[in-house]
């Protein structure tokens, strides 16, 4: 491997933690897996095993059994981690679950390991402060499910090492995900401030009447989706104008400046609004039918990761 992170813990098996577990197996890494839950760690293996099958269906991995045989179970966290170079805490997204996870981690792990919490928007300094080992801990956020999205936000706490930056990025990027450097703490980190800003608009034009819930999906799947599949906002604009960047923002910025200051005002997501949405959504998928439509998700995910790796950058 082109990095020193050979055994990685990961705290947590549940969706996002089993995830990690199959990213850290398939990219080489020796994996130690503990979960608080008897129940849980009752079901991770099995698990495990049912979504590598799934991989090897569709072509991500050549064979479940060489993956699932670096994963260990382990019955304690301190089993877990303590030889470990890497640990991946994914708890429960409470701040004073997080505290007492990463209390128990930096009592039993080693001086020279890293930490990084799958935390989606707490700040690493909400839960790490009084840590002895505090300078080794950091925000590492994947998206859901993250064996098969790879982007990765790092995100240090003021007191986290610098020099962890560079090495965890680049195990990430050597066990194929798709790591990016959030270069201070801010709520919501970059990729939720994104789909935040996205998902304001779409209920701000849900509520006024504009369009149903279904047809502003469709301008997101069947429109924006695609180009978003492989390219950011940045390189869109960039290529939607015949002199790039700068021909595109001369020519649009002011309708998007407009825009912004039609919502100076934001207002919560309201209870009539959400509601409306709740009964179209599950008009169209009822609620005992939305595990499968997930399945569904993750199956289209990893054909269309697939394809993706497939084709020249």
């Given amino acids: ?3 020193a992170l050979n055994t990685v813990a990961v705290v947590g098996a549940g969706l996002v933690g089993s995830g990690w577990a199959l990213v850290f197996a398939r990219g080489g890494a020796s994996v130690r897996i503990f979960d608080a839950s008897e129940s849980i760690r009752a079901g991770a293996m099995a698990r495990l095993r049912s979504m590598l099958e799934d991989m090897q269906k569709a072509g991500l991995v050549d064979s479940v059994e060489p993956v699932l045989s670096r994963i260990t179970l382990c019955h304690s966290l301190e089993d877990a981690v ?3 170079d ?3 805490e994914s708890v429960l997204e409470r ?3 997080k505290q007492a996870a990463c209390a128990e981690i930096d009592a039993a792990m080693r001086p020279d390991a890293m930490v990084g919490s799958s935390s989606s928007g707490i700040p690493a300094s909400a839960f790490t402060e009084a840590l002895p080992k505090r300078s080794r801990f950091l925000i590492a956020h994947p998206v859901n499910p993250p064996h098969l999205v790879p982007l990765v936000e790092l995100v240090p706490a003021p007191w986290t090492d610098a020099g962890i930056i560079p090495v965890l990025r680049a195990a990430m990027e050597g066990w194929g995900q798709a790591p990016i450097e959030v270069k201070g703490e801010i709520e919501g980190f970059i990729l939720n401030r994104l789909q935040g800003a996205l998902l304001n608009e779409a209920w701000a034009l849900y509520e006024a009447g504009l369009a149903s819930a279904a047809d502003i999906d469709r301008t997101v799947s069947e429109g924006l989706g695609l180009r978003w599949a492989f390219m950011g906002p940045f390189e ?3 290529l939607n104008a015949p002199g790039g960047i700068a021909d595109y923002s001369a020519r649009l910025a002011p309708l ?6 039609s919502r ?6 309201s209870a009539e609004a959400i509601a409306k949405a709740e009964a179209e959504r599950r008009q169209a998928l009822p609620a005992d039918q939305l595990q499968a439509r997930t399945d569904w998700r993750n199956r289209r995910l990893m054909a269309l990761v697939g394809h993706l790796r497939a084709q020249p950058k």
């Fill in 256 to 261: 998007y400046h407009r825009i912004a200051l």
């Fill in 86 to 88: 890497y640990i991946q």
């Fill in 82 to 84: 303590g030889r470990a």
């Fill in 1 to 3: 491997m082109p990095h």
């Fill in 264 to 269: 100076r005002d934001p207002r919560p997501w």
């Fill in 95 to 97: 701040v004073e679950v």
């Fill in 236 to 238: 869109t604009i960039d």
